[in-house]
């Protein structure tokens, strides 16, 4: 898959997207997510992809029924330090590959390195892996009564403890009241 990947990748590298994702599904089906740096991928970009896969899967003689491309959406995933960099600020869910208190999923601000050193963090020694954080307010249980705000809490991590992450952003669907 990391080749089927790389070559995805390689393959769209002149039509000014990104690769956020390559995956196999059932019945023969492939499906590429893209995006824009500016978060701005348009239906034009997924044919000019799939126009240029549809060629380079044909040379390449890879075994596919149909292929599928498209915009990863509000949920986007994250997988690269690039991906946290960018999205630093931002609301996003990571699950850690192994418990942390008892729990795995946490939601929460992303903060990147440079803000976390900013703050009195440590600094990882060269060649170490960046040390991002995750603000997490946990609302304090009151007896009886509805919760109410707790204290931010800042949770740190490296890429390598991250099982998936992904944005989490806060949707409003009231509108506008009458």
Request: with cysteine; charged share 35%.
């Amino acid at each position: 898959m990391a080749d089927l990947y790389a070559l995805v990748e390689q393959s769209v590298a002149g039509l000014g997207v990104e690769v956020v994702d390559v995956e196999r599904a059932g019945k023969g089906l492939l499906r590429v997510t893209i995006d824009r740096e500016d978060g701005g991928a348009r239906i034009e970009d997924c044919e000019a992809v799939s126009r240029q896969l549809s060629r380079v899967f044909e040379v390449e003689n890879l075994d596919y029924t149909r292929l599928e491309v498209g915009t990863p959406g509000t949920d986007r995933p994250l997988r690269r330090e690039s991906d946290f960099r960018r999205f630093a600020g931002e609301r996003v869910e990571i699950k850690l590959r192994e418990a942390l208190a008892g729990r795995k999923v946490y939601a929460g601000i992303l903060r990147a390195p440079e803000d976390l050193a900013e703050e009195g963090a440590p600094a990882p020694a060269e060649g170490d892996a960046p040390v991002f954080g995750i603000e997490i307010d946990e609302p304090k249980a009151t007896k009886g009564k509805k919760a109410t705000q707790g204290e931010t809490q800042v949770l740190n991590f490296t890429l390598d403890e991250i099982e998936r992450a992904k944005l989490d952003p806060v949707l409003d669907f009231k509108g506008r009241k009458r």
